[in-house]
């Protein structure tokens, strides 16, 4: 058990499916602290689901509710806060997260990401004719901002939850 003070939210961020929820949940345990989940909180003000919210009212403005969300959620307690795969992208978010909060980037390999996305339906952005190629492409633009992070877990295998807690929680 890890017994110190958290200071900072550690706030997960990284590809769909890279595991930044569950592993997120497995760290607040371990730290013993509050876990958070912006789309989980943007899905309960809404009453709605992520799919359903791009739908209705588009992703711009799912990305001001996830902007007003995480920078909310930062003022509170040091917790662990997972993030949607987007949200790392925002500069503002980005600011946001630097001076509340230590940003972790969960990094997978493509291919572990799309063996965990593939059966899922509840990824909007995925909802294309080629949702492997788009996950592709959305990887290449993404990595370069994941790698402002402050902290870099790689997803290298053996990657259960439990284990990848732990590595997290190692780095911190
Ligand atoms: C998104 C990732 C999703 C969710 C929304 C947009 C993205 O979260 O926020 O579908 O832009 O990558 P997960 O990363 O938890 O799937």
């Known amino acids: 058990n890890h017994r110190y003070a958290l200071h900072k ?3 997960m961020v990284g590809m769909m499916g ?8 497995a760290l607040a345990q371990l730290l013993t ?3 958070l989940d912006s789309d989980q909180e943007i899905e309960a003000a809404a009453n709605m689901s992520v799919p359903e919210i791009f ?6 403005f799912f990305r001001a509710r996830e902007t007003q969300v995480i920078s909310r959620l930062l003022q509170g307690r040091a917790c662990v806060l997972s993030t949607g795969g987007g949200a790392f992208l925002s500069e503002t978010n980005r600011t946001n997260i630097s001076e509340r909060g230590v940003a972790v980037w969960l990094d997978a390999d493509l291919d572990l990401l799309w063996s965990r996305v593939r059966h899922r339906d509840t990824r909007p952005l995925l909802r294309t004719a080629d949702p492997r190629a788009t996950l592709a492409e959305l990887f290449a633009q993404r990595v370069p901002e994941y790698s402002k ?3 870099r877990v790689p997803c290298a295998p053996p990657v259960s939850i439990d284990l990848m807690s732990k590595r997290v929680a190692e780095v911190l």
């Open 9 to 11: 939210t550690v706030v």
């Open 55 to 60: 739908a209705r009212d588009g992703e711009p």
């Open 18 to 25: 890279a595991g930044k929820t569950a592993v997120g949940r």
């Open 33 to 35: 602290v509050p876990f």
């Open 149 to 151: 992070a402050d902290l």
